[in-house]
């Protein structure tokens, strides 16, 4: 089912119930890594016209996660009060997102990685035009999805790759030539789900 954008919609599926994901939700028999989490925090934002997510495709340079599809991101510095400053601080240095104009609306539970991150999802909806510019030396790209492609769950499937000696299971949702995948899949399977539910 295809749902329609509205701000509504988004704040009734915020209240929604939902506990916490990781990327061991699909692998449960692999044991997650010992040691302390480290805080990150990603912006989920829709634009107020239509609802057309803001992503990017990291550079290929990057040293984790190169030449994938993200949510605007990035680990808490000791400078950010939390991790919905450091959201908005990196969506600012990713993709120019002014944070005046990006108005939080909440928060997901935290998701856990495979790489010992605890990321924060930060839901926002840009006020006024926007178009996203990449900043080049974190990334390829910058460019939007459509609501209705993010809200639909039946649009996400499961998918496997061999890696680091055993068989992984992930969310994926291509669009397009973009491979919208894992960490980034997860939390907006998750969303799509509340979505429906509101």
Known sequence: MSLIW???????????PAGPTSDFDLNPDVAPPAGQ??????LIAFHEDD????LTKRAATMRHHPGQ?????????PADADAIAAALREAHEEVALPPDQAE??????????????????????????????PEPGEVAEAFCLPFAHIANPALYRVEGRFWRGTWRS?????????????????????????????
């Not at 609802?51 to 803001?54: A, D, I």
């Not at 599809?69 to 510095?77: E, F, M, Q, R, Y």
């Not at 997901?108 to 510019?133: D, E, K, M, N, Q």
């Open 104 to 133: 939080v609306m909440g928060t997901l539970p935290a998701h856990r990685t495979v790489t010992s991150f605890a990321i924060r999802p930060v839901v926002a909806v840009i006020r006024g035009s926007f178009t996203p510019r």
């Open 51 to 54: 609802g057309r997510l803001v």
């Open 6 to 16: 509205s701000e509504d919609l988004l704040r009734r599926a915020l209240r929604q």
């Open 69 to 77: 599809i993200a949510l605007p991101g990035g680990k808490v510095d």
């Open 170 to 198: 992930y969310h994926a949702a291509p669009y397009g030539p973009y491979y919208l995948w894992g960490a980034t899949a997860r939390i907006l399977w998750s969303l799509a789900n509340r979505l429906n539910a509101a």
């Open 37 to 42: 989490l480290r805080q990150a925090g990603v």
